[in-house]
T-cell receptor, first 110, second 115 residues
Framework: QKEVEQNSGPLSVPEGAIASLNCTYSDRVSQSFFWYRQYSGKSPELIMSIYSNGDKEDGRFTAQLNKASQYVSLLIRDSQPSDSATYLCAVRGDDYKLSFGAGTTVTVRA | NAGVTQTPKFQVLKTGQSMTLQCAQD?????MYWYRQDPGMGLRLIYY???????DKGEVPNGYNVSRLNKREFSLRLESAAPSQTSVYFC??????????????FGNGTRLTVT
């Protein structure tokens, strides 16, 4: 079983600031990494996927992966009130099963 | 563009009652999953089906059974509901792609309360 740990929240940031979310995982054979956003009462939606070491940017979101340190992070730049949600880190090994962290709740203060 | 459809959206059961949660996907995905989500515990895998005709236990299978009826449909059954099964249940699907599997596509969830 792959263990996935996320920094405990909630995380409160002012509008326009950078929100930084961290995730560590225990299984060294993990190959695929995902960040999902979940609004209250809704289903998770994929916002980022990353497979190789380094940074991947998509709009205001940047995912960073360091397989040697078994660490993946998500940066949200220019945070907006609409970014207020729970962010779930998910990790997949060499099969099709996805393991999730408990999530970090982000609140963006206007 | 329905994606993954779950029914019902809400359900209240009494302890000992049974019910089946339905899930269907129209994306022609081979793999389907059932997760439960409880406060502070993230999503935990109950059962999964790698392809039509196969099912396997996930992290928390006790008290549940599943049926992969065909490629589109994957149902979750609670034979004798317990208050510990009060949760939000999500069905999801994915497909094998070059280099691995696609991300999960989730249904809208079923909110189940067992009294």
């Amino acid at each position: 079983q792959k263990e996935v740990e996320q920094n405990s929240g909630p995380l409160s940031v002012p509008e326009g600031a950078i929100a930084s979310l961290n995730c560590t995982y225990s299984d060294r054979v993990s190959q695929s990494f995902f960040w999902y956003r979940q609004y209250s009462g809704k289903s998770p939606e994929l916002i980022m996927s990353i497979y190789s070491n380094g940074d991947k940017e998509d709009g205001r979101f940047t995912a960073q992966l360091n397989k040697a340190s078994q660490y993946v992070s998500l940066l949200i730049r220019d945070s907006q009130p609409s970014d207020s949600a729970t962010y779930l880190c998910a990790v997949r090994g060499d099969d099709y099963k996805l393991s999730f962290g408990a999530g970090t709740t982000v609140t963006v203060r206007a | 563009n329905a994606g993954v459809t779950q029914t019902p959206k809400f359900q209240v059961l009494k302890t000992g009652q049974s019910m089946t949660l339905q899930c269907a996907q129209d994306m022609n995905h081979n793999s389907m999953y059932w997760y439960r989500q409880d406060p502070g515990m993230g999503l935990r895998l109950i059962y999964y089906s790698a392809s039509e005709g196969t099912t396997d236990k996930g992290e928390v299978p006790n008290g549940y059974n599943v049926s992969r009826l065909n490629k589109r449909e994957f149902s979750l059954r609670l034979e004798s509901a317990a208050p510990s099964q009060t949760s939000v249940y999500f069905c999801a699907s994915s497909e094998k792609v070059t280099g691995g599997y696609s991300p999960l596509h989730f249904g809208n969830g079923t909110r189940l309360t067992v009294t």
